[in-house]
């Protein structure tokens, strides 16, 4: 059974880029059928859709994000990544990785803060 | 884009009580659309797919139909542990949409 898990800063300072990985166990990253994606949750508020990369590594990102946004694959690792770049006190949120629509991480908190 | 609408946005209701949840879609997205519930502090779990399948191990109160741009989520019979939040998700295009959500809470 797929299993994912975010992993990254819990902290992050105003302006500067926020990096997470989703690392992926019971199955590999490559050839899957689906995209690898990111969403987001802002304390108290609803999921927010970042982006997705498939296993071709095209990406496709949120418009409201897209200049801030990188995706990436390392198929070595079994694992796929999230930049977030320029943040503020808005990127605030639980971060969760998920395949498919049905696979999907814990979620983990990131704070955007001095 | 595609918008989803979701409504209502939060509902109290009593155990036994039959809900229904709706996702508008601003533009056809056939039936390519799931459910999803999420607990407080947990990730969301995926209820149904193709608008009306449901996931293996979901218990049969909940239930799903729609195709186009309207799409409802019924549960036929609400027990303790539905009360949480529910979001639909369209993945027709990208990027993908989510509803706004509904809190479903105790009456």
């Known amino acids: 059974q797929l299993q994912l898990q975010e992993s990254g800063p819990g902290l992050v300072k105003p302006s500067e880029t926020l990096s997470l990985i989703c690392t992926v166990s019971?199955?590999?990253?490559?050839?899957?059928?689906?995209?690898w994606d990111w969403v987001r949750q802002p304390p108290g508020k609803g999921l927010d859709w970042i982006g997705a990369i498939d296993s071709r590594g095209a990406t496709y990102y949120n418009p409201a994000l897209r200049s801030r946004v990188a995706m990436s694959v390392d198929t070595s690792k079994n694992q796929f990544s999230l930049k977030l770049a320029s943040v503020t006190a808005a990127d605030t949120a639980v971060y969760f990785c998920f395949y498919g629509g049905f696979s999907w991480g814990q979620g983990t908190l990131v704070t955007v803060s001095s | 884009d595609i918008q989803m609408t979701q409504s209502p946005s939060s509902l109290s209701a009593s155990v036994g009580d039959r809900v229904t949840i709706t996702c508008r879609a601003s533009?056809?997205?056939?039936?390519?659309l799931g459910w999803y519930q999420q607990k407080p502090g947990k990730a969301p779990k995926r209820l149904l797919y193709?608008?009306?399948s449901l996931e293996s191990g979901v218990p049969s109160r909940f239930s799903g139909s729609g195709f186009g741009t309207e799409f409802t989520l019924t549960i036929s019979s609400l027990q303790p542990e539905d009360f949480a939040a529910y979001y639909c998700?369209?993945?027709?295009?990208?990027?993908?949409?989510f509803g706004g959500g509904t809190k479903v809470e105790i009456k």
């Open positions: 533009q056809d997205i056939r039936n390519d």
């Open positions: 998700l369209q993945y027709r295009s990208y990027p993908r949409t």
């Open positions: 193709a608008a009306s």
């Open positions: 019971g199955g590999s990253i490559s050839g899957s059928s689906y995209s």
